[in-house]
């Protein structure tokens, strides 16, 4: 199944909007959403006697971990965590990342720590204000981090 995070073109009841959006994460489906928009919304105007100029801004680029990768992060978490600590998801998220560049070049994979703890006041998401991290989730992080470091050289050598 492939989806599109959203499609929008204002909240005007009575008029024709100037401009009209839309933004996923599949890159296979940008591609192709890309490709028949411009025909349809060509094809329209031409019907009626009108122009039109699309312009698509591509954002960031969709994160991909490479499934080796995350399968050797995911192994390393569940040795530092154990299995129980480990949520793997099965829903794509929607948020762009800056990492998904380095991925574009390099072999990686990105994960996220769990870092909410009600006890220490840690219950704000990473980017609000009042975010504050639990600090004993960072060394969990850092031995999975370190742990697939170590695990990449050893099966380079």
């Known amino acids: 199944m492939q989806k ?12 024709i909007a100037q401009n009209a959006a839309q933004s996923g994460y599949d890159v296979v489906l940008r591609g192709r959403s890309q ?9 329209i105007a031409k019907a009626h006697g009108a ?5 698509y801004d591509e954002g960031y680029p969709v994160l991909v971990n490479p499934p080796r990768v995350a399968r050797r992060v995911r192994s ?3 040795q530092v965590a154990g299995p129980d600590h480990l949520l793997w998801p099965g829903e794509p998220v929607l948020g762009g990342e800056d990492f ?3 991925l574009q070049h ?4 990105m994960m996220r720590v769990g870092v909410k703890n009600t006890e220490v006041g840690s219950t704000y998401a990473w980017h609000h204000p009042r975010f504050t ?5 960072m060394a969990v992080g850092i ?5 697939a470091v170590l695990k990449a050289l050893n099966s380079a050598n």
């Open 4 to 15: 599109i995070g959203i499609i929008g073109t204002g909240t005007m009841a009575t008029g």
């Open 35 to 43: 490709e028949s928009t411009t025909q349809s919304v060509e094809g």
């Open 51 to 55: 122009s039109v100029t699309l312009t």
């Open 76 to 78: 390393i978490v569940e």
């Open 100 to 102: 998904a560049y380095f």
């Open 106 to 109: 390099v072999p990686g994979a």
């Open 133 to 137: 991290i639990d600090e004993d989730a």
């Open 143 to 147: 031995q999975v981090l370190s742990g």
